[in-house]
């Protein structure tokens, strides 16, 4: 991957590729016990899988593998660790999945656990028209028995022309897996345990071996580099804005609208190009998001109307609320219902009542606004001096009902204006002002008479 990062963390639709595996297998296997064997980077691995709310942490075993020699090696470290032990008491069937296949699907899972009957094992094979870097499956005759499967690096000329391909998920009876785990040998171009070999045995153990022909090759498709984390990227988002376009979701375009997996809609809403909505956004019903808008970990009410090119984090907008065009709100905003956060507007740790209107060009941080207000053009809250005031540095500002602020004022905070009151344009705010007064903080004008000539002649 060419990344510090371990591979099963890339993301794909806002998501781990093995947090995408694991939901998948929880929801085709609700009742199974998993381990997930962590080797390169255990520690981040351990840290993203536990941190995930959506997983049933509980259900899910970490189990580390000290040395990476192979697939084969990873297996024998599962089955001889506690998790593995306690599987071979159940005398159940063990699947084993590569953490890096985010496309699998549920219904893939289901077909592929289904009980082994008279069969040792069984793997999943799909036919590729290219199948570079893929190991072959390998007939004992044309749609014959398995005989083996052979990785391509050890394939001869003829095998590698073979496009019926394993893809690296099985299903084992788990005696059999345990006793023939332990046989393999690294007698490859790696150097390394090969969990293929394991085919291999059984047939030569006289074991059954099914193969299960997968028709839909996408979802048997894992990430080995940076081009094929992109693919997969591009089939997550198309499957997310067919499933919520199939709900009613309008989506302008489909090439520049990123959705993540985590995002819930609602109900119908419209979605414009370029569109961004990540973590846990949540949109409700006949919301309208126009074009560039990007949203992290939004909560957006009924019939809101976010407008080209905003951004927004951590925040929540009310109902019928108006956002934009290109309005910043960063974390910890609270939008009223019905309010008006007009073009180049930014409001930071701030809550925002209801039917009130900040239009343009202000800058709201550390403050709390009451419910109907106006704030006219180029506000701006004075939250950071250098001071240490009560153990803080920024302060804050409120504004309570009702309150009328002209354009071009300045409130420097901690500073509280009445509900009611009055802001002169032009002024800036260094006391509270009392509900209902007229607030003016201005030097008066002067007109000198014949002065601008006198300045144009010097």
Not at 368 to 394: A, S
Not at 404 to 411: E, K, L, R, W
Request: proline residues 3%; contains cysteine.
């Amino acid at each position: 991957m060419h990344s510090s990062l371990p591979k099963v963390l890339h993301e794909v639709g806002g998501e781990p590729l093995v947090v995408h595996l694991l939901k998948k297998i929880q929801k085709a296997l609700p009742a199974s016990s998993v381990g997930v064997i962590v080797g390169h980077g255990k520690d981040l691995v351990q840290e993203r899988i536990r941190s995930c709310g959506d997983l049933e942490s509980s259900k899910i075993s970490l189990i580390p593998q000290a040395e990476q020699r192979g697939t084969g090696h990873a297996v024998r470290c599962a089955i001889e660790s506690e998790w593995g032990q306690e599987r071979l008491k159940g005398k159940g069937a063990v699947l084993v999945l590569p953490g890096d296949a985010p496309l699998v699907t549920s219904e893939l899972i289901t077909a592929l656990s289904a009980p082994l009957k008279g069969a040792s094992a069984r793997v999943l094979t799909c036919t590729l028209e290219d199948p570079t870097g893929y190991g072959r499956l390998v007939r004992k005759r044309k749609d014959g028995p398995v005989s083996r499967i052979v990785e391509e690096r050890d394939a001869n000329s003829q095998e590698k022309k073979i496009r019926e391909v394993a893809v690296s998920m099985y299903l084992f009876e788990s005696s059999f897996l345990s006793l023939t785990i332990k046989k393999l040998k690294p007698q490859n171009a790696q150097g390394e345990f090969y969990l293929t070999d394991v085919i291999a045995q059984a047939v030569k153990a006289k074991k059954k071996v099914e193969a299960l022909g997968w028709g839909q090759a996408e979802d048997a498709r894992g990430v080995n580099d940076p081009w094929e984390l992109l693919q997969a990227r591009e089939i997550v988002q198309k499957r997310i804005l067919m499933d919520w376009a199939k709900k009613g979701v309008l989506f302008t375009e489909s090439f520049s609208t990123c959705i993540d997996a985590t995002v819930l809609f609602e109900g119908a809403a419209t979605v414009g190009r370029g569109v961004a909505l990540k973590g846990k956004t949540q949109i409700a019903r006949e919301v309208v998001l126009e074009n560039d808008v990007q949203l992290t970990d939004v909560r957006v009410g009924e019939r809101a109307h976010i407008k080209k090119g905003s951004v927004a984090e951590n925040s929540r907008i009310g109902s019928q609320a108006k956002v934009g065009p290109y309005a910043h709100l960063r974390p910890n905003s609270d939008v009223g219902s019905g309010s008006k956060i007009g073009n180049f507007v930014e409001i930071k740790n701030a809550n925002i009542g209801s039917d009130t209107s900040i239009a343009h060009l202000s800058y709201v941080g550390d403050a709390q606004i009451g419910n109907r207000v106006n704030i006219g053009c180029g506000f701006v809250t004075c939250n950071f001096d250098g001071r240490l005031v009560e153990g803080q540095r920024k302060h804050q500002t409120v504004i309570e009902d009702d309150v009328f602020v002209g354009s071009d004022c300045q409130a420097v905070a901690p500073v509280r204006l009445g509900r009611g009151c009055y802001v002169a344009s032009g002024s800036t705010i260094t006391e509270n002002v009392e509900a209902d007064s007229l607030a003016i903080a201005r030097s008066r004008q002067v007109n000198k008479a014949g002065y601008a000539k006198k300045l144009r002649q010097s």
